[in-house]
């Protein structure tokens, strides 16, 4: 166990944005780490940290499946990092870990809140992708919601992005026609080229719900599950094109996150077309599905290693850059996963 105290550095959430996150929403503050434990607890030092949209979701003023992050206290989220001491006969110094200790260097966690990683089977950092919290979120969301039958087509929302880029992957492999929605055309071109897709239309090239709606509506010839990681404009495009009992998951609305949430909702006004359709809508959570993540980590385990799934991470360099990197999601920087080096 190190004797020493050793520099940490901590990105305190400390105001609550109203449009765009940014790093002035966030203090960086520096204090001295000891790692004296109480038993059953690991010191753990970060290497990689996350940055997700649930986030900037967290940092509305409202409840959504959460309260809103405190104010004064560690962003948080997931890390992956080592052990450099630890309490817990579950964990050595040195082993590789997953934890939920948030934007800080170095962390400690009770030996209950972490998963321990083996770098020999997989990258550490697909702990926070593929193997992770959005892997586990494509998969269920994907197979248990909208339950793809060959030959169906589906259509996914932010389909290169962390969630997006694995949902396109497993419906192919579950034998459907897949087409993605992304932002410029080296995403698209990453979509058709590197993961097989059907098609890719990038929705930056449209100005309006109309036009896109009628390339949608021209590429796929309409849609039996729409996996909505993005709503707003994009969302309004597709509703027109479900298809008789067409699925829609939502699984998140990236579009309306940057100060939308704080605002009074409309009323939808596409339910017409579920209606005509008898199609259903269900949002999907993560963390309904932690109890069966071992049953997906089986299944996609195997395929990562393999290559037959391929994940893409994004890595920016710098602790400093953490507010950087969460802003960028917003703008499409990212290409999969997005994670910070620290
Ligand atoms: N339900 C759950 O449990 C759960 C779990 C994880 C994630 N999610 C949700 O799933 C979505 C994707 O999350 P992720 O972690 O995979 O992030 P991500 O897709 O890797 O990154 C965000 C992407 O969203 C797109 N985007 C950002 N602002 C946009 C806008 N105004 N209009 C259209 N596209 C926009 C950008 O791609 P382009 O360049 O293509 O625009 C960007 O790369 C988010 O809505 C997130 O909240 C939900």
């Known amino acids: 166990m190190p004797s020493l105290a050793l520099a940490n550095r901590q990105w305190i959430y400390s105001a609550r944005p109203d449009g765009r996150v940014g790093s002035e929403h966030y203090t960086l503050q520096e204090s001295s780490f000891s790692p004296d434990l109480a038993v059953n607890e690991v010191a753990i030092q970060a290497h990689y940290i996350s940055v997700d949209p649930y ?57 209950g809140e972490l998963r321990k990683l083996d770098a020999a089977q997989a990258p550490v950092t697909t702990a926070l992708g593929v193997l992770g919290m959005p892997g586990r979120t494509a998969w269920f969301g994907l197979m248990d919601a909208g339950k793809p039958k060959p030959g169906e087509t589906v259509l996914v929302s932010g389909a290169a992005g962390a969630v997006g880029s694995l949902v396109v992957q497993f419906a192919k492999k579950a034998g459907c026609k897949v087409f993605g929605l ?64 067409a699925r829609i998951i939502i699984c998140g609305q990236i579009s309306q996150y940057d100060g939308g949430l704080d605002k009074p909702d409309l009323g939808p006004r596409f339910l017409q077309h579920m209606l005509f359709q008898r199609a259903t809508i269900q949002g999907v959570l993560a963390r309904d599905y932690t109890a069966r993540m071992d049953e997906m980590l089986a299944i996609v385990g195997p395929w990562v290693s393999t290559g037959e799934i391929v994940f893409e991470e994004t890595v920016v360099e710098g602790f400093e850059r953490l507010p950087e990197a969460l802003n960028s999601l917003f703008e499409g920087k990212n290409l999969g996963k997005m994670l910070v080096k620290v």
């Not at 080592?82 to 050595?92: G, H, T, W």
């Not at 897709?197 to 849609?223: C, P, Q």
Request: glycine fraction near 12%; charged fraction near 20%; hydrophobic fraction near 40%.
């Open 182 to 245: 992304a932002g410029g055309a080296t995403k698209c071109d990453f979509l058709v080229t590197k993961l097989g897709l059907d098609g890719a239309i990038d929705y930056r090239a449209f100005t309006n719900a109309n036009t896109l709606s009628d390339e949608i509506a021209a590429r796929t010839g309409g849609v039996d599950i729409y996996f909505d990681n993005v709503g707003g404009m994009i969302t309004d495009a597709v509703i027109p094109n479900i298809k008789l009992r």
């Open 55 to 111: 986030m900037r979701i967290q940092q509305a003023q409202r409840h959504s499946f959460d309260a809103p992050h405190p104010l004064g206290i560690v962003q948080r989220g997931g890390a992956v990092g080592q052990v450099i001491a630890s309490r817990s006969e579950l964990f050595q110094v040195g082993d590789w870990v997953l934890s939920y200790s948030g934007w800080q260097l170095y962390a400690k966690c009770h030996a």
